[in-house]
């Protein structure tokens, strides 16, 4: 049984990995950065 896992289940999957993750650089290291230069950004 070869079968492939549809594509709204791994849309479904990924997107459950990848926004906490994007949230988290929100939280953490946006605030680090923003006291760079501007050009560094």
Known sequence: MDK???V???MLISW???YPVI???F???FPL???LP???E
């Open 4 to 6: 492939k896992p549809k």
């Open 8 to 10: 709204w289940k791994m």
């Open 16 to 18: 459950l990995f990848v």
């Open 23 to 25: 949230n988290l650089m």
């Open 27 to 29: 939280f953490l290291i």
């Open 33 to 35: 950065i923003k006291e």
């Open 38 to 40: 501007q050009l560094l």
